[in-house]
C-alpha cells in the first residue's frame, strides 16, 4: 500500500503544468499529513477487482459520502483537484478559522430554470445555520482552463461577496465592488468574524509576502478580468506595477515595521493615487527606464482589480524563473520572430557561465543583453545572495561594477533591467533602450548611450584607447577611435539572429563586412547579417586574453560561403569549443539549429606568435594563378578541367565570393516573363551599349557647349555695353549642362545596373565548367588574393593543432511544440527541484545539482553526474586553462 505522500507525488507528477500544492504551505503540517488516503478494491465494472485511493473528507457531505476518489495506476486516472479541495478545507478551519459547521462541498448552484445544477466545490457561510454565503472556493485540476467567468457566475448565484479559484498553487481571489460587480479582487479571503474591508486595511509587511507563485498565471487571470479591454499596453502597464512594487518592497524594508504602501483602498481612485505615487518614486529612484513625467495609464477602476493579485507577491529576490516566465509571455513573439530576439533557455545561460568561470574581478558585458539573463546568472555564480543585505552587499560591492549590459530594443532593456533589480542589482551598467552595440556612434544620440559613455570613461581600464580629459561626447566623429576596441574580460551573448546592416558608414569598420563590401563595389546596396557583425564587435570587445560564449546559427559553422568567417575568428582567437544545441532549443519560437561558440582572444604576444608563423608558412604559398595558367593551357576544344586538377581551395574561393547564384526569376523581363539566360544577356548587352552611347553623345556635346560658350563669351568681351548678353549666354549653358549632368547620372546609374546584371550572368554561366570557374578565378586579382589569404590561414592552422572541445546536446529540454519537458526521481515519483525550487528541466546541457563548490573538485564526480558544461570543466582543467586552473 503507499502512504499519502506517495499517492499525491502520483498525482502532481505531471510538471507541464507546473503544480505544486504550495497554496497550503501555511497550514502548519506537512500536506500528507492533513489528509486520510486509504487504498480499497474496485468492487464493479469494468476495473472491478483492480486497486485505488480514495481520500476521506473533512467534513460530513450532504450526500453521505465519506470518502472521495483520486487515483488509480490500473485506470490511469486521478483526480488532483480532490486533493485540492480537502487541503482548502483544511486551511479553512486552520488558517481562516472557520468550523467545520460553517463549511458545505458540492453545494448545488441553480442558474435559472436549468435542470442538472452545478454545484459549488466549497462554500462558506456567514454561521453555522448555513443560509448566507461568504466564500466559495472552486478547486481545479492544474490545466484546467475554465476560472474566472464561471467562478463570478457561482458568485452571482448564491450571493456570495468573496470567491476564490484555486489550482494548490495558484489562485485568484475575486469580491463584489462596491458597484456590486463580482469583477474586483483581494489580496487575500476574509478570516472568520473578519469583513472585506479589514482585510483591504490590513497592515502588510514585507515578511507577509509570498516568494513561490505563478506570476505568468496571475497575468493571464488578470488580462481576462480587465488588461484585454483596458485600451492600454498591457506589457508597459503590468512592467509599471512590478517596477513600483519592486521600489515598495525595497522602501519597507528600510522601515521600522516594514510595511508596505503597494496595497488597494475601497475606493479605486485612493488605491490610484497610492500606486502611481510609488511608481513615480521608483523613477525619481532608477531614472532613464520610463520617459520624464509619466503615469500609469491604466484606468482607476482597471488598477483596482489588478493590485488585489500583486499585493502580497514578493518580486525582490523572488525565483527569476519565475518572471522570466511572465516576461517571455508578454514580450509579443511575432515581434521577437522578425527582429530575431529570444529568450535564451536557462540551461543554455548556466552552462556558458559555468564554462567561462567568471570571477569576482573580472569585467563582464552582454551586448544584446535581453531579459540580462547572462549578467543574472553570472551574478549568482560569483556572488551569491540568499537574504536582503546580501543582495545590498552584491549589488554595491559587485554588479554595479562588474556586469555591463547593452540592447537596443525598448522592451528587452526594460526587462533585464527590471530583473536585475529583482536581483539585487542597481542595474547601473544597463544601457538602453536604443544603444547599438554595433555602432558607437549612436551612443552620442540618447541619455542612456551618453551613460554609457560616460561610463567607460570612468572606468579607464575598459577602453584601449586613450580619451582626452574634458567632455566625450563632444567627439562623436571619434567615437570609433575610442570605442571600437574595449577591454572586458568576458563578453557572454546571444545576439539577434536576423536583420542586415545597410549602413555603408557603420560596415566599413568591420573587417567581416569587407567581402559584402567588395560583392557590391558601389553597384549594389551593400549589406551584411547582424550576427556576422556581432562576432566581430565581441572579439573586439575582449581584452588581449579574454573569453566569450556565443550562441549562432549553426550555418556559421558549417556553410562554406561562410568559411571566411571562422577564418577570421580563428586568426583573432583560439576556439575552446563548440556545442551543439538541440533544434528544440529555442522553440517554439524558432527552429533554427544554433550552436555555442566558446573562445579566448588571442594575447599581443600569442598574435605575435601567430604573425611570424604565417609569415614563414606563406612563403610557402603555390603561385595559384600560374597553377591556374598550365591548367587552362592543357585543356583543348570544348573538354573541361578534371576536378582533381583543380586544387579544392579555388571552388572554396569562389563560392565565398559569389554565393548566390541567379534565380529563374532573374532572367524575367518587367511583365515577370523568364526569358532564358541568352536572351537575357543578349538583351543586357544591346541596352548597355545604347546607354553607353548615350552617355558618350551626352559628355561629346557638353565638350563641345562649352567650348562654343568660351569662343562666344571672347567674342563680346570687347564690347562692355553687352555684359547682360554673356550672363545670359553662361546661365542658358549653366542650365543645360546641370539637366545634361542629372541625365549623365540617370543613365550612368542604368549602365551600372545593367554590368551588375552581365557581370552575375559571367559568373552563372562560369559556375557550370570547371573551365569556367578556373577561367573566371585566374581574371579576378581579388579571388587570387583571398585564396593566398586563405591557403596560408589554413596551414597555419594546422601547424598551431591545438585541441577543441565538441559536444552535441542530445537532451534539449523542450519538446517539439516548445514546452518544457522534465525529470522525475523516479518512475512512479514527482518532479525533481534545484536548491531554489526549480522543477529541474531533462536537458544535458549543466547539471543543477552541482554547485560550484562541487566543480572546484570535479575529477571525483562520477562521469554519469557530469553533463555537457561540467564535461568543459574537466577538459579546461586537463588542458591547464588559467580560468580554471587559477584561482
Known sequence: MLSSLEVINLIFKDPAVLHSLSEFEDIGIPVEDALEITERVIQSGKYAGSLAYYVKTLITTRSGLSEYFVYSAETGQSAPEEIVRQLWLKKLMTTYGYPAEQLDIEVPVHFGTEIHPKAADIVVYTDRSKSTAKIIVECKQPDSAEGIEQLKSYMNSKGAPSAVWSNGADRITLYRSVKGNFDDTLPDLPKNGQSLQEVLEAPITIDDLRETFNFKRVIQDLEELVLADSGTDEFNEIFKLIFAKIWDEKSASKTKGKTTRFRKSVEPEKTYTAINTLFAEACEEWPGIFDDDQDIELAARHLQVCIGPLEKLRFMGSNLRIMDDAFEYLLPSEAKKKKGQFFTPRPVIEMCVRMLNPKSGEFVMDPACGSGGFL???????????????????????????????????????????????????????????????????????????????????????????????????????????????????????????????????????????????????????????????????????????????????????????????????????????????????????????????????????????????????????????????????????????????????????????????????????????????????SSEQAAANVRAQIVEIEKALKTEAAGLQVAIASVKTAPDRVDQVKRLRDKHREKAAADKAKLKELGSEHLALVDILNRIRVDEARETNRGQAQLFFDTPDLISDYKTKWIANETLKALDYPVFMAVSERGGKDSSGNYTYIYKSVDDATKRDSLGHILVDQDLVNFELDKRDLENIAGIPASDLDIAEQFILFAKEQNLSFWTQP
Open 376 to 682: 543574472l546568472h553570472t551574478m549568482d555564480w560569483v556572488f551569491p545572495a540568499h537574504t536582503m543585505e546580501q543582495r545590498e552587499q552584491r549589488k554595491s560591492e559587485y554588479a554595479s561594477r562588474y556586469l555591463w549590459g547593452i540592447d537596443f530594443e525598448k522592451r528587452a532593456a526594460k526587462t533585464s533591467r527590471a530583473l536585475m533589480l529583482i536581483a539585487g542589482d542597481g542595474h547601473t551598467n544597463i544601457f538602453g533602450p536604443d544603444v547599438n552595440s554595433i555602432d558607437p556612434r549612436t551612443w552620442y544620440d540618447n541619455t542612456s548611450g551618453q551613460e554609457l559613455i560616460r561610463g567607460l570613461k570612468k572606468h579607464k581600464k575598459l577602453v584601449q584607447a586613450k580619451i582626452p580629459a574634458g567632455d566625450p561626447l563632444l567627439d562623436r566623429d571619434r567615437a570609433w577611435e575610442y570605442f571600437q576596441h574595449l577591454n572586458f574580460d568576458i563578453v557572454l551573448a546571444n545576439p539577434p539572429f536576423a536583420g542586415e546592416i545597410k549602413d555603408s558608414q557603420t560596415l566599413a569598420h568591420y573587417e567581416l563586412a569587407g567581402p559584402a563590401i567588395r560583392r557590391a563595389k558601389g553597384k549594389r546596396q551593400v549589406k551584411e547579417e547582424r550576427d556576422v557583425l556581432f562576432i566581430e564587435r565581441i572579439i573586439d570587445m575582449l581584452k588581449p586574453g579574454g573569453r566569450a560564449a556565443v550562441v549562432l546559427p549553426q550555418g556559421k559553422f558549417n556553410n562554406p560561403s561562410l568559411s571566411y568567417i571562422r577564418e577570421w575568428i580563428l586568426n583573432k582567437a583560439r576556439i575552446l569549443g563548440v556545442v551543439g544545441l538541440h533544434q528544440n532549443t529555442f522553440k517554439p519560437h524558432t527552429g533554427t539549429k544554433t550552436s555555442v561558440l566558446l573562445l579566448q582572444k588571442y594575447t599581443h604576444s600569442e598574435l605575435a606568435e601567430h604573425a611570424a608563423l604565417s609569415k614563414t608558412i606563406a612563403l610557402k604559398c603555390p603561385d595559384i594563378k600560374n597553377d591556374l595558367r598550365q591548367i587552362l593551357a592543357e585543356v583543348h576544344g570544348d573538354d573541361d578541367i578534371p576536378t582533381e586538377s583543380i586544387p579544392g581551395l579555388v571552388f572554396d574561393v569562389f563560392d565565398a565570393a559569389f554565393p548566390e547564384p541567379f534565380d529563374p526569376a532573374d532572367y524575367a523581363d518587367e511583365s515577370g516573363e523568364i526569358r532564358g539566360r541568352e536572351e537575357m544577356k543578349s
